[in-house]
């Protein structure tokens, strides 16, 4: 479904590379998680494949189809993004029901009259909340609110930036749960971008784990699982995320200055 | 158990003149040990922690049956007896390094500034020497050149390392830490919470630990105090949380997501109005 070839992106002429030529492969229907630690480049991708940002080189294809860097008004139909905080990525003074019709009238298809409140139901919302505004939701509420704007075009894609890492885990899970029905219901395909190996495993089928910029290893879920990964970085970021809670905690190392 | 370094009994926090009951009748002791606090946001877990520091805003009314540091009485304390007890005798770790250090100073006058406001005696020579084996005693490699960066140029990992420098340099009794390591990568958080757990044993402190983090209180704490809309609604050792009796607990529990088998369906929690009632589960010693 999405095709990345040796995709590089920088911010400002001589300036090294944020993203080093990395390249990988999303099957329809699948969900990839991309993980990594704070400053890897993980989300700068993610902004570059949905067309946030056009500063890029390499190739990024589409159903087969290479993508300019400027995007079509189509490619939005096709692709969605849910953002990291559902605080920040909703218009505080629009009304839940005018930020959700925005997507369509941008797009100039014709507004359903149940539009709204068939994807206000399809996230687990009550319809009646569309007359709210964002502040007068909790924070699932909210990202709720924010799958529903991405799902109102209908897209096969979906990009998803840390959609959980702003929330309780109690909430997380409900989120998780919804993201996973989805998917079933419409064989939509997920970018998942998360710095949680948990998040990313319940998620995911494949998973690239990134660090400085470039992926370090590929792997299937069923790896992750069985803690059968190559790469020492992986390893040690794997090992990290398990230790929660289990194992004793590792020595202190002293630190590199950074 | 000699006498607790904190112990708060019913202590009731409400803002907006009581419309707003943020805190409901919680009562902890704290020996020298290490307390976790877990809840939910909007639980009122930062609350508490900031009543003890008398932080909170004018608008909040704060009472309590008992609320006393080694035996003295902090809600009735003045606010300059405050001042001696901020810092000297009870440190705060806050959640995020980069919001919390003072962006226009180098960091190292950053910790001395706090050493030389609790000890006026020091000479601007002593209190840089005394910085210095601080931020040896965090691990931070190259003292002397981190001492001269400014907050933007360091990572988040040695941002929250400084934070705890500057916290333990007036050597208090009890730390508070509100989310110390929620803003860092797991791996540099495990770095992080060692180094704490070293020094909190080195120095025989006291600590609460605020979390919204099950594994890691789990792993870090050796009591948990599990909060749910202000109230404390279970106590336990925080090597018996598999076997947590609350539904709440075990409800925050399940529905944390696992790396190696993975349920289908996360279990979500649904809420019991009960649980605002009920009195807390386990002994509030």
């Known amino acids: 479904m999405i095709d990345v070839e040796n995709l590089t992106v920088r911010f400002g002429p001589r300036t090294p590379l944020v993203v080093k030529g990395i390249s990988f492969t999303i099957e329809r229907g699948k969900s990839f998680g991309l993980v990594g630690e704070s400053g890897c480049g993980k989300s700068t991708v993610l902004r570059a494949i949905s067309g946030l940002n056009r500063n890029y080189g390499g190739r990024i294809s589409l159903d087969g189809k290479p993508l300019e860097p400027e995007r079509s008004k189509a490619f939005f139909r096709d692709v969605q993004m849910v953002f990291q905080d559902p ?3 909703l218009h505080p003074r629009k009304t839940v029901r005018s930020q959700l019709i925005e997507p369509l009238r941008n797009q100039h298809l014709p507004i359903k009259e149940n539009a709204v409140s068939d994807v206000l139901k399809a996230v687990g919302l ?17 990202q709720r609110v924010a799958i529903a704007r991405a799902l109102i075009l209908d ?61 370090v290893e590929e792997t299937g879920i069923e790896q992750i699982r069985s803690g059968h990964v190559q790469h020492p970085y992986s390893q040690r970021l794997l090992s990290a995320s398990r230790a929660y809670g289990k194992q004793e905690m590792r020595p202190v190392e002293v630190m590199n200055s950074a | 158990m000699t006498e607790p370094l904190i112990d708060v009994r019913n202590m009731e926090i409400s803002f907006a003149h009581g419309f707003v009951k943020a805190v409901r009748g919680v009562s902890f002791q704290l020996g020298r040990e290490k307390l976790g606090i877990v809840g939910e946001s909007g639980s009122g877990k930062s609350t508490v922690g900031r009543a003890i520091m008398r932080l909170l805003p004018p608008t909040a009314k704060v009472t309590a049956d008992r609320m006393t540091f080694k035996g003295a009485d902090i809600l009735a304390a003045s606010e300059k007896q405050m001042m001696d007890i901020r810092g000297k005798q009870i440190g705060l770790i806050l ?34 020497k005394k910085v210095l084996e601080m931020l040896e005693a965090v691990k931070i490699r190259d003292p002397q050149r981190v001492f001269r960066l400014y907050p933007h140029e360091v990572s988040g990992g040695m941002g929250q390392r400084i934070m705890i420098a500057m916290m333990l340099i007036a050597e208090p009794e009890v730390l508070i830490a509100d989310e110390p390591t929620s803003a860092l990568d797991v791996t540099v958080r495990l770095d992080v919470l060692a180094l704490l757990d070293e020094l909190i044993a080195r120095r025989n402190l006291g600590l609460i630990f605020i979390s919204h983090d099950l594994n890691l209180i789990r792993k870090f704490c050796d009591r948990v105090l599990i909060m749910y809309a202000g109230r404390v609604v279970e106590v336990l050792k925080a090597s018996e949380l598999d076997n947590a009796q609350h539904p709440y607990t075990q ?6 997501p696992s790396i190696e ?3 289908a369906r996360l279990p979500t929690l649904t809420r019991d109005p009960s649980w605002l009632t009920q009195p807390t589960i386990g002994v509030p010693s």
């Open chain 1, 87 to 89: 605080y920040g990525s």
């Open chain 1, 126 to 142: 009550d319809p009646g909340l569309g007359y709210r505004f964002p502040h007068q939701l909790s924070g699932g509420q909210r």
């Open chain 2, 95 to 128: 959640q995020d390094p980069k919001y919390s250090l003072n962006p226009v100073m180098r960091v190292g006058e950053q910790i001395a500034e706090t050493y030389r406001l609790h000890y006026p005696k020091a000479g601007r020579k002593a209190a840089e």
């Open chain 2, 261 to 263: 088998n993975p349920p």
């Open chain 2, 251 to 256: 409800g925050l529990l399940a529905s944390l």
């Open chain 1, 155 to 215: 897209p096969p894609v979906l990009l998803l930036d840390e959609p959980t890492s702003a929330l309780d885990v109690s909430v997380q899970a409900e989120i998780l749960n919804l993201l996973a029905d989805l998917q079933k219901e419409r064989g939509l395909t997920y970018l998942l971008v998360s710095h949680d190996m948990a998040v990313i495993a319940h998620l995911c089928s494949r998973v690239a784990i990134m660090n400085g910029g470039e992926i």
